[in-house]
Each structure stands twice: as C-alpha cells, then as structure tokens.
C-alpha cells in the first residue's frame, strides 16, 4: 500500500498545517490514505480524523528533536510505500502519479544534486566525503522523500541513525537556532552518497516534484486548472546569493512554503482546498 506521512509534533501551528496538506493531499490524490504522526504537545482537532485514515502518537526521545524526527519514520509508517512531505507544503497540480511512479524505482528517493566541492551551511562538502569515504553528498531540501519497507531502507535508515550518533558534529548544524535540533538534510544526503543513491532527476520544463518558495517569485497556483508557477533563481551577480542573475521558471506538483512565505498566496491556496472539500 502506498500513502503519504507528515508530522506535527510541539506546537499546534504545525497541526494547522498539517490538515492544510491533508486537504490539498485529499482534493488531488483521494486513493492514497494518509498518516499523522504527532505527540502528547499537540491538540488534534475533530477534523483530523476525516483527514488522515492513520494516527501515530510518536514517544518523545531526548536526542531527537523536531525534524530530526524525520529519521524515524521508517519504524512507524503504516504503509509498505511512503512519501514523507513537510507539513507546510501543499500538493497544487494533479500529476503525482507519475512521480511515485519514478521514485519506486528504487527504494529511496528524494530531489537534489550530488555534490562534493564547496560548502552548505556550515558543511564542508570535500571533508565529510574524505571522512567518511564516500562520493558524494547529495545536497537538498528534505521537504518531499520517498521510501520502500524492506531489508535496504531498513540498513538506510540505521545507517542515518548511526550518522546522527556518531557524527552529528560533523554534518550538521543547529536548525533554526532551536536548542539540541539539528538540521536533518546532511546526514540523508551523506546516506545517500554511501548508498550511491543518485537524487531524482528531471528538469524544471518537465515539472518539478517540489519546489521551496525560498527566495522564489512569482510564486502563483490555481488549483482549479491544476498550474502552478514559482521562478526561481538560477546565477547571480559576484555569486551573492541576494543578487539573482537569471531564474527559472518551475511548475511543481507540491509547493513547499518556507515559512509560509508568501503568506497570502499560501492561505489563498489553503483556503481553496478547504472550500472545495467542504462542497
């Protein structure tokens, strides 16, 4: 079986977002049942139950602390096939299909680039790949992922966990300034060169499976007619990321609102689903 997992666990905003993608999730891919996982800090409204066939009440672990949750969800999705999104994406165009359809080639997927020259954040790509013998890093946002029940995720999985115990220092940084929570990108993307598991491909003229709104424009969805828009920038000037040079026009399937940002185009999107489920 196939379907969708996200988390909301902490703070009730992300359980408001989390039924925002339920509904977006449901509007365009009704077949798939989807999975909540949460924890005692949270508050699950009525509607949670007639938006996610599944719940999962997550223990809290000390060492693990907000996406750095994300590394466990191999032990408690109750699907054979999972795609994991963020709760502050929504699902804009009706073409998933054909993206599950590539990611279960193989048995963890996810967008990015393989890289093993320069710096991302605080990591230096050439020595963690001499560090820890591997090719390659893969560098991504872990918004959207996908993954397959069986003996290869599970030794993936391990395998992030002992990254995370054993060279967390290494690879990643404190995350959004938040005590004792690590970003959790770099240790997924230093698996992924271990495991010489290349990122999804595809270009942005063949429709992206997400895309960040991160220092993005025009960002414009119309769920109704199934287009989505968000151009992103591709060169800048003197290399000063503030300084966009060119942009690419992308058309993803899922939009991932970093911050919520644009805040208006993402409640005006929000809201559409929750008009039209409610009809």
């Not at 690879?171 to 993307?189: C, M, T, V």
């Not at 993803?252 to 039209?276: D, Q, V, W």
Request: hydrophobic share 35%; charged share 25%.
């Amino acid at each position: 079986m196939q379907g969708y997992i996200t988390v909301a666990l902490d703070h009730d905003r992300y359980v408001d977002m989390a039924l925002n993608l339920a509904r977006s999730l449901k509007y365009f891919d009704s077949k798939r049942p989807r999975c909540l996982v949460y924890n005692d800090k949270v508050n699950l409204p009525p509607e949670a139950a007639a938006l996610f066939e599944y719940t999962v009440n997550l223990a809290d672990l000390p060492d693990y602390i907000g996406c750095m949750n994300k590394l466990r969800l191999y032990d408690v999705t109750p699907f054979e096939e999972t795609m994991y999104i963020d709760a502050d994406c929504l699902l804009v165009k009706p073409d998933i299909d054909r993206h599950w359809a590539a990611l279960s080639q193989n048995y963890f997927g996810m967008t990015g680039e393989k890289r093993t020259t320069g710096t991302w954040n605080k990591l230096d790509f050439e020595t963690v790949c001499k560090a820890l013998s591997i090719p390659y890093v893969v560098q991504m946002n872990s918004g959207v992922f996908y993954f397959k029940k069986g003996p290869e995720a599970k030794r993936f999985f391990d395998r992030l966990h002992e990254l995370y115990r054993d060279h967390r220092d290494l690879l990643s940084n404190i995350h959004q300034g938040r005590a004792g929570q690590y970003a959790d990108e770099p240790f997924l993307g230093a698996a992924m060169g271990e495991f010489r598991i290349a990122p999804l491909g595809g270009s942005a003229d063949q429709g992206s499976l997400m895309v960040t709104t991160w220092r993005a424009r025009n960002c414009r969805f119309d769920p109704a007619r199934g287009d989505s828009r968000i151009d992103k920038p591709s060169r800048f000037w003197f290399g000063i990321s503030h300084l966009p040079r060119s942009w690419v026009v992308h058309s993803p399937t899922i939009a991932h609102f970093i911050g919520l940002k644009p805040h208006r185009t993402y409640e005006e999107t929000s809201r559409f689903f929750s008009r039209a489920l409610a009809n």
